[in-house]
């Protein structure tokens, strides 16, 4: 009930997923991802366990595809399990289940792999795959909602989209992007613009974290500010 792409920009570095849903609150569970080290799509009765230690494992140097053996070997529940992994060097690695009884399946191309399961089509995760190669020119995050809305457009899931969620790491912890549409109508089209919308102010974002004291104090709010304890002192 789940289709996600993942995906590595060869030009930055950077890690993106998006996914989207049929239940509520998919952010929560199945896009991890860490910068210089990797990403990791966990669905399928979603174990999110299997996000962190899947980025524990690349960072120890493991391969994408290493990294899906040691997550699935031995471990009886994983027939439920769907994953992806997309590594530092951009290679990819999926993995399905033997109790996944829908119609589901992947496509991957170097730095970037889609999957889904409960699907409508068998073509979906190509469809998703191509829409995110075609829009090459364009930034990451539109480059993964371009991927949902082409699975979309592709018949999408079995059930009505509730929710979606993207997740964009670059050069550190903190995360370029990480939105949540957390229950909808119209979960893809409420994320693509909340990340239009967002997207001028990423760099200021990232900027208070990294460079606080290079950010000039706002004179509305100085304003507000002088407004308030002059009141204050009045009193």
């Not at 529940?77 to 994953?83: I, N, S």
């Not at 589901?104 to 970037?112: I, L, N, S, T």
């Not at 990480?178 to 893809?188: E, K, T």
């Not at 900027?207 to 000039?216: A, H």
Request: glycine letters at 8%; charged letters at 20%.
């Amino acid at each position: 009930m789940t289709f996600s792409i993942a995906a590595r920009d060869a030009e930055t570095g950077a890690f993106g997923l998006a996914v989207t849903t049929s239940g509520l609150c998919v952010g929560a569970r199945c896009p991890h991802a860490r910068a210089g080290v990797g990403a990791v799509l966990t669905q399928h009765r979603t174990d999110p366990r299997l996000g962190p230690l899947g980025l524990k494992l690349l960072s120890r140097g493991l391969s994408a595809a290493e990294t899906v053996a040691a997550l699935t070997a031995g471990r009886e529940d994983a027939r439920w399990r769907q994953l992806a992994v997309v590594d530092d060097q951009g290679r990819t690695a999926a993995f399905h289940g033997a109790e996944i009884y829908s119609r589901h399946g992947h496509a991957a191309a170097e730095g970037a792999i889609a999957l889904g399961n409960l699907l409508r089509s068998e073509t979906l995760p190509n469809a998703m795959l191509q829409a995110f190669l075609t829009h090459g020119a364009e930034p990451l995050e539109r480059r993964l909602i371009a991927a949902l809305e082409a699975g979309v457009a592709d018949g999408g899931e079995l059930m009505p989209l509730r929710s979606a969620a993207l997740l964009i790491v670059a050069e550190d912890d903190f995360s370029w992007m990480d939105m949540r549409i957390d229950r909808s109508d119209d979960p893809i089209g409420e994320l693509a613009a909340l990340a239009r919308d967002y997207a001028p102010s990423a760099s200021e974002f990232r900027r208070r974290v990294v460079e606080p004291e290079t950010i000039p104090n706002d004179p509305h709010y100085l304003a507000l500010h002088a407004a308030l304890t002059s009141g204050e002192t009045s009193a």
